[in-house]
């Protein structure tokens, strides 16, 4: 039987795990509505967010009171420490894919992917949707082996990120400036999800192996 | 005379002015390596955002040490836990700084910021400095009144980031799509650096005030 103390913490990390599975919605629904400019899918993402918040909150609150009730040891002491960075990431996370839905909502009726892009944003979000997933996974099971899959989907997204540029750039590009500065700051924000997510994961990785305070991971962009 | 306790209390807010300190001079160096397309000082910045990370991994340790050994009271565990969440929009800003110095050092020898633009990008700037250098007052004298100024100051953040908006999707503009691109994630990397700033000083209000886990901004962008 697990006593009160453990039982609290496996509670914050209840909590890490719901915030992935919010902000993994989030940013699916946001992927369809900026593919289908769809204005009310986007305020649904918008709104959503506030859950995430409340989530981060809780789980702050429930970490701090652990803290200074329990006095854990240095080995729990950076599991908390660490959930506290973890669910940062989850929230920022949250406002990225809420991010994205501003964009779509902004330039509603049009559409801001123009026919070429489609493919590389459905696939954007694919790529992120699965990061967040498996970064559910490793934070639930403290599962290293997925966590180490991570890097190569995080390339994946950097791939399509650059892809994403390429067209823009490229001298066939039609669409005009507004839509080309909509579209990058999009990529942009799923390559910044993609980053969070493997953080998030990364801190797992060294609360078991041991090595702290690496696992901050930095784009090309 | 203080007490070894209270010595690495105050040592860990050092650590957060010298932070200050660090991203400061390295946003303003980004700065002018954007607008004279200097290359070598881009290097320069790119290279010394290690020193802001080095620093920050200082900080953690000696908090995670300091609540492992001296099992502080509730105010003080929140004090380096809001410390630790400061130390990493510090470090953010150091990374943001260099995402700009990247740009200038991707498109030298030519220029990225066309004529129309320069003075806009200078007054981001000019704010980005003042913001953090106040930030910094706050975190060293705990001063409630400066940070008060903030919302202020990144209200003409905003506002400078969308005169740039204005100025790139204007019928006028004539430099291209590449440029616009460029231009508008140095916009939001200014304004992203503003926003964690505000939300360092924001911590320290919530700690002296009582208000806990607010303070954080979200753009308009």
């Known amino acids: ?103 779509a909502r902004r330039r509603y009726p049009a559409s801001v992917v123009p026919p070429e892009l489609r493919s590389t944003i459905l696939q954007m979000g694919h790529v992120a949707e699965r990061i967040v997933t498996k970064a559910g996974s490793v934070i639930a099971r403290k599962d290293v082996e997925v966590a180490l899959e991570l890097p190569h989907d995080d390339d994946e997204m950097d791939k399509l990120h650059r892809e994403l540029y390429r067209t823009i750039l490229s001298p066939d590009w039609k669409y005009g400036v507004e839509t080309a500065v909509d579209v990058s700051l999009c990529g942009r924000y799923y390559e910044r999800y993609a980053d969070h997510a493997v953080s998030a994961a990364n801190l797992v990785v060294f609360l078991v192996t041991g090595d702290w305070a690496a696992g901050e991971t930095e784009p090309v962009g």
Request: no cysteine; net charge negative.
């Open 1 to 103: 039987m697990r006593d009160l103390y453990h039982e609290q913490l496996d509670a914050i990390s209840d909590r890490l795990v719901e915030m992935t599975r919010l902000v993994s919605s989030a940013m699916s629904r946001a992927t369809t509505a900026l593919l289908d400019a769809d204005l009310k899918l986007a305020e649904i993402v918008i709104e959503a967010d506030v859950a995430v918040d409340e989530v981060q909150r809780a789980l702050e609150e429930s970490a701090l009171q652990l803290m200074a009730r329990q006095q854990p040891v240095a080995g729990d002491l950076r599991t908390i420490v660490a959930s506290l960075r973890m669910s940062a990431d989850l929230e920022r996370m949250g406002d990225l894919a809420a991010h994205i839905a501003r964009v």
